[in-house]
């Protein structure tokens, strides 16, 4: 099984920012796409964003398009989600998983635990 840990989330005000992390431990990320997903309360889990292998390639959901950065750093062996002008309907658990590619479901045994992210007043 694949270990990766999320950190970073919080509460934070509407208009705030955090950046997540997505450590992985065990393996090497150089091979591999990672996405971030999230699941809100009584919703089902849905892609946030996604990083290709090298890097070169990103794509995102188009509800966090220009508010969202997806980055990796391969020497820390670690992918990045960097979240600005956080709205309330961004409350959820957000998790990375990895794959071979951006376009495949991510490996099953990859997720991580999650981390909660609450935008409030």
């Known amino acids: 099984q694949l270990q990766l840990v999320e950190s970073g989330g919080g509460l934070v005000q509407p208009g705030g920012s955090l950046r997540l992390s997505c450590a992985a431990s065990g393996f090497t990320l150089d091979y591999y796409a990672i996405g971030w997903f999230r699941q809100a309360p009584g919703k089902e889990r849905e892609g946030v964003s996604c990083?290709?292998?090298?890097?070169?390639?990103?794509n995102y959901a188009d509800s966090v398009k220009g508010r969202f950065t997806i980055s990796r750093d391969n020497a820390k062996n670690t992918v990045y989600l960097q979240m600005n002008s956080l709205k309330p309907e961004d409350t959820a658990v957000y998790y990375c998983?990895?794959?071979?590619?951006?376009?495949?479901?991510?490996?099953?045994?990859?997720w991580g635990q999650g981390t909660q992210v609450t935008v409030s007043s």
């Open positions: 998983a990895v794959g071979r590619s951006c376009y495949l479901p991510p490996r099953p045994d990859s």
């Open positions: 990083i290709s292998s090298s890097g070169g390639s990103t």
